[in-house]
């Protein structure tokens, strides 16, 4: 399976999006209430940024507290055409994701993280555990994936 490229779809999901003008909070908002993915402002402004470089995107106004709103341009909207089965990959794999999410992805994600940062303290007797644990449950992954028990 073909890695995704995390960048480049939020790149044609942020401009989907703004086919109506949104500030880069509306946009986390909107994608987080979409695809259960919670941005910072460190990816979505310099998306913003690199979109409105391009002549994707233009700055329509800006809002309270100096906020600005962005909205696609027409190059954006061509751009958009253009990568249309790019645009439903990422929006799949964005829905898989939440599913992924809603599955308990965010615990096992989180017990990722906790072990990555723990893994050179950990004692011979852990790591055997933790390798029949992690092998057991690809394992058993799998077999479900398969339609197996």
Request: glycine share 10%; proline share 2%; hydrophobic share 35%.
């Amino acid at each position: 399976m073909e890695r995704p490229n995390f960048r480049g779809h939020m790149k044609v999901l942020i401009l989907n999006l703004l086919r109506e003008p949104k500030h880069g909070y509306g946009i986390m908002s909107e994608l987080e209430r979409l695809y259960g993915i919670r941005l910072s402002a460190g990816t979505v402004y310099p998306i913003l940024s690199s979109l409105r470089r391009s002549g994707l995107i233009k700055v329509a106004g800006t809002g309270a507290r100096d906020r600005k709103a962005y909205v696609i341009t027409e190059k954006g909207r061509k751009y958009l055409e253009e990568h249309t089965g790019e645009l439903e990959e990422a929006k799949r794999r964005m829905r898989a994701y939440r599913v992924f999410l809603e599955l308990g992805g965010d615990e096992l994600k989180a017990a990722f993280r906790e072990l990555f940062e723990s893994v050179d303290e950990l004692t011979e007797e852990q790591k055997t555990k933790i390798r029949k644990l992690l092998t057991g449950c690809a394992r058993e992954l799998r077999l479900i994936l398969l339609g197996g028990e």
